[in-house]
């Protein structure tokens, strides 16, 4: 058998191989773990279709509602991140042809980001990538449970619990 410090130096448990009871996990956890398997899904899914270069990190940019001429800070804050930080996805994001950055008329030293050609085609992958999630999940879930966990988050979106 295995020591504690052996098994800690094979790094973290792979979640298949741990047994969950789903009914006694919390909120964040039920929420966090489909959320990260669609991000990954996501990512995979838009590198096979050609959209090179984009990774988990792009997706603070690349998710809803998209950048649409607002400026670098507010999706900073959007994302939960530096704006230092976020001008480094932002500048990797443009390296890749995916969005550009421009000046803001009137507005002394403002920029505001937009997609290009390339960015609007990505971003409408990654709305086809997630249509055909909610296909696995009607399958997984049934379309009343599917539509009836849609409405239940909707609810919470629109809740203080979020804002």
Do not use: C
């Not at 042809?97 to 390339?118: H, K, M, N, Q």
Request: hydrophobic share 40%; aromatic share 4%.
């Amino acid at each position: 058998m295995k020591n504690a410090r052996e098994k800690r130096s094979q790094g973290p448990a792979r979640l298949s191989n741990v047994p969950v009871k789903t009914d006694d996990m919390l909120i964040g956890a039920l929420l966090r773990v489909p959320a990260e398997a669609i991000l990954r899904r996501i990512v995979r899914e838009l590198n096979e279709a050609g959209f090179e270069g984009i990774t988990l990190a792009h997706l603070a940019v690349l998710r809803f509602p998209g950048p649409h001429g607002v400026r670098p800070g507010v999706l900073a804050q959007r994302a939960g991140m530096s704006k230092q930080a976020m001008n480094r996805l932002l500048g990797s994001l443009q390296d890749l042809g995916y969005l550009e950055r421009s000046d803001i008329p009137g507005e002394r030293r403002a920029r505001a980001v937009r997609f290009t050609r390339r960015g609007h085609a990505v971003y409408a992958q990654e709305v086809e990538i997630l249509r055909g999630i909610e296909n696995d999940w009607i399958a997984v879930l049934g379309a009343k449970d599917f539509s009836h966990l849609k409405r239940l988050l909707g609810r919470v979106w629109n809740s203080r619990l979020v804002r």
